[in-house]
């Protein structure tokens, strides 16, 4: 099974600020990555599909980028509803799995 | 209008079983892959299970042999057939519809999620 590492698990930042999470693949995923929001008592939401690919209605605030097995999910200004945990998740080969998680709170 | 209601979240003993439900609107659920996604108290996302449209099931190495993705095409409806019930299954449980683009699949419509609490 391909296993999937996040960078840094938690940070602490301001509004404004820009943030940037790392993810990394056991093994070349090509560019099979997504990543996706989620806050207590919601479902996760859908953020950046393909590595690099922003899904409908998420702001342009947010990107991703990489191949292979090394990804970046980046939020260019930190906006309070942004405060959430962050999940990469591979979908090149079931079990599909998900990064242990990167929590963004405020500082 | 796209959406996904749960239902079948319960209080279970250990070695119980339950089956979670998820019915469909604005889509076929035959038509799609589909998920389920479960939450620990306290811990990360983790991916349980899909089925393929064309009916192929994949499982995590967790839950392999107990838990059983199936959808009732009638009821537009995807399940999850839970045996042998452990503790470190208790977690909120998401189904989520997967779509295709450019090769890529994501979870772009899940369900509100329903909670599994395992204990004596």
């Known amino acids: 099974d391909i296993q999937m590492t996040q960078s840094p698990s938690s940070l602490s930042t301001s509004v404004g600020d820009r943030v940037t999470i790392t993810c990394r693949a056991s093994?070349?995923?090509?560019?099979?990555l997504n990543w996706y929001q989620h806050k207590p008592g919601k479902a996760p939401n859908l953020l950046i599909y393909?590595?690099?690919s922003l899904q409908s209605g998420v702001p342009s605030r947010f990107s991703g980028s990489g191949s292979g097995t090394d990804f970046t999910l980046t939020i260019s200004s930190l906006q309070p509803e942004d405060f959430a945990t962050y999940y990469c998740?591979?979908?090149?080969?079931?079990?599909?799995?998900f990064g242990p998680g990167t929590k963004v709170d405020i500082k | 209008e796209v959406q996904l209601l749960q239902s079948g979240g319960d209080l279970v003993q250990p070695g119980g079983s339950l089956r979670l439900s998820c019915a469909a609107s604005?889509?076929?659920?035959?038509?799609?892959?589909m998920s389920w996604v479960r939450q620990a108290p306290g811990k990360g996302l983790e991916w349980v299970s899909i089925?393929?449209?064309?009916?192929?099931?994949y499982y995590a190495d967790s839950v392999k042999g107990r838990l059983t993705i199936s959808r009732d095409n009638s009821k537009n409806t995807l399940n999850l057939q839970m045996n042998g019930l452990r503790a470190e299954d208790t977690a909120v449980y998401y189904c989520?519809?997967?779509?295709?683009?450019?090769?890529?699949?994501?979870?772009?419509?899940w369900g509100q999620g329903t909670t599994v609490t395992v204990s004596s």
């Open positions: 989520a519809r997967l779509s295709e683009v450019a090769g890529n699949w994501g979870m772009d419509v």
């Open positions: 093994q070349s995923i090509s560019s099979n």
């Open positions: 089925i393929y449209s064309g009916g192929t099931t």
């Open positions: 998740e591979q979908s090149y080969s079931p079990p599909f799995t």
């Open positions: 393909a590595a690099s």
């Open positions: 604005g889509f076929t659920v035959s038509d799609k892959y």
